[in-house]
């Protein structure tokens, strides 16, 4: 059974301060949501639906906040990026080993911002995924294509590129990652795919998952998501939840979308 997850992506976003406030909110309302029983279940699942999980993914200063903040709560938190390298001379790298020792259960490879201003390629983030996955990590594995791919009606092309670099390399450990489509042209645009644009990229990548052994791996979707749109996309047969930008720095927002 495919797990139902949320997670949030600081970015570039954040304080001492004011993150302490934020995950003071999102520990409380969860925890109030589990123990209530309402709409918003605990990570641990319940018998009668899939597992479902809350997470943020912070910027690497944060990480010991948010383990202090977040531990031994139901919350998971992971880093925005890994290198592809355990250790050496790679200035300015965070290496996975060093993630775990703060708790980190996830981290982002190949978000479309890393791909767009330090060039990552296919490779390297698919490199990235299984250095991740050799610490103990999990991978949240991003594709997505920009604007002018869609319109020039490439947008399958490329989800399946991006896709198939992560499934050669990892091969028989495909099944653990978590994959997160956002199409470009809705990030931090205010644009937003359609449930179903959402479902019919989902359901591409799903066909090429269930032929290489991993039909079961989670798929979220990333661009734009509030609480409004939150339930229609999320409802879609093929999108088991979502990776939330800028909506995840306000713990209400998010938690109203983690309850979707």
């Known amino acids: 059974m495919r797990s139902k997850l949320v997670v949030g992506n600081w970015k570039m976003n954040g304080g001492l301060a004011a993150n302490a406030k934020l995950l003071d909110r999102l520990v409380s309302g969860w925890q109030s949501g589990a123990q209530t029983g309402s709409t918003m279940p605990s990570s ?3 018998a009668d639906a899939a597992p479902r999980g809350l997470a943020v993914c912070v910027p690497f200063p944060y990480l ?11 919350i998971a938190w992971g880093a925005q990026d890994v290198s592809a390298h355990a250790s050496g001379a790679y200035t300015g790298e965070v290496a ?3 993630l ?13 911002e890393r791909r767009q201003w330090h060039a990552e390629t296919d490779q390297q983030v698919a ?28 947008t ?45 990229v989902h359901a591409l990548l799903r066909a090429a998952l269930l032929k290489a052994g991993a039909g079961e791996v989670s798929m979220l979707y990333g661009g ?12 879609m047969p093929d999108v088991d939840g979502g990776l939330v930008g800028g909506a995840s720095l306000d713990a209400d927002e998010f938690l109203a979308i983690a309850r979707a």
């Open 44 to 46: 641990s699942g319940s």
């Open 64 to 74: 010991g906040q948010a383990q202090a903040a977040l531990g031994g709560s139901p």
């Open 96 to 98: 996975a080993p060093m």
């Open 100 to 112: 775990v020792e703060f708790g980190c259960r996830y981290a982002l490879v190949g978000h479309s």
């Open 127 to 154: 490199a990235k995924a299984k250095a991740a996955l050799a610490a103990g990590i999990t991978p949240v594995a991003c594709v997505g294509e920009t604007l002018a791919e869609r319109e020039a009606g490439a």
């Open 156 to 200: 399958a092309a490329v989800v399946l590129r991006q896709l198939g670099a992560v499934v050669g390399a990892l091969g028989g450990d495909l099944p653990k990652i978590v994959l997160a489509y956002e199409p470009v042209w809705a990030i931090g645009t205010g644009r937003t795919a359609s449930p179903e644009q959402a479902q019919e």
């Open 224 to 235: 734009s998501v509030k609480s409004s749109n939150a339930r229609a996309l999320f409802a």
